[in-house]
C-alpha cells in the first residue's frame, strides 16, 4: 500500500497541494547530499555521489551547487507551505502533504556526509576515550 499526500482528495487535488515544490525540494536535498564538504582530517568515506559532479568540497563549483540546493530547498519549504495554508483540502491531509514531502527531502540528506559541522568527529573521539577508560574532560583528545 502506497502512502497518499492526502487519501481524501481527487488525484488533481493532490498534485496541485503540493505543485512542483515537492520536485523542487528534492532536487534541492540532492546537490546539498551530494556537494556537501567534509571534514579536511576525516579521512575517505562512504557519501552519496552523482555521476559527474565533483563532490570533494575544494573545488568553488560544490560550494555554488551546495548554496543553490539550499536556496532551492528554502524556496520549495516557503512554497509548499503557503500552498498548503491556502488549500481547501480538510487539515489532516494537509498535514500529511507536508510530512510525507519532508521525508522526501530528509531521504538524501540521511545518506550524505555531516552537514557543515565536524563535531560528530570530536563526540565520536570523545566516545572511544570513554571505551578505553579515559576522562575527555581532564585528559582531553589533544593531549
Not at 552523482?50 to 555554488?64: E, S
Not at 563526540?123 to 581532564?138: F, H, P, R, S
Request: aromatic share 10%; net charge positive; hydrophobic share 50%.
Amino acid at each position: 500500500m502506497a502512502l497518499e499526500l492526502a487519501p481524501g482528495a481527487t488525484a488533481a487535488q493532490r498534485r496541485a497541494l503540493v505543485g512542483p515544490y515537492r520536485w523542487i525540494g528534492l532536487g534541492g536535498s540532492l546537490l546539498i547530499a551530494v556537494t556537501a564538504p567534509l571534514w579536511r582530517l576525516s579521512g575517505p568515506t562512504w557519501r552519496l555521489t552523482l555521476p559527474g559532479v565533483p563532490h570533494n568540497g575544494v573545488r568553488p563549483f560544490t560550494a555554488i551547487a551546495f548554496v543553490v540546493g539550499a536556496s532551492m530547498l528554502s524556496i520549495a519549504w516557503f512554497g509548499l507551505i503557503s500552498r498548503v495554508e491556502r488549500s481547501d483540502l480538510p487539515r489532516r491531509d494537509r498535514i500529511r502533504a507536508v510530512v510525507l514531502t519532508a521525508m522526501l527531502w530528509f531521504a538524501p540528506v540521511l545518506f550524505g556526509p555531516p552537514l557543515l559541522s565536524s563535531d560528530i568527529y570530536s563526540y565520536a573521539a570523545e566516545g572511544a576515550m570513554v571505551t578505553q577508560g579515559l576522562d575527555a574532560t581532564t585528559d582531553g583528545m589533544f593531549k
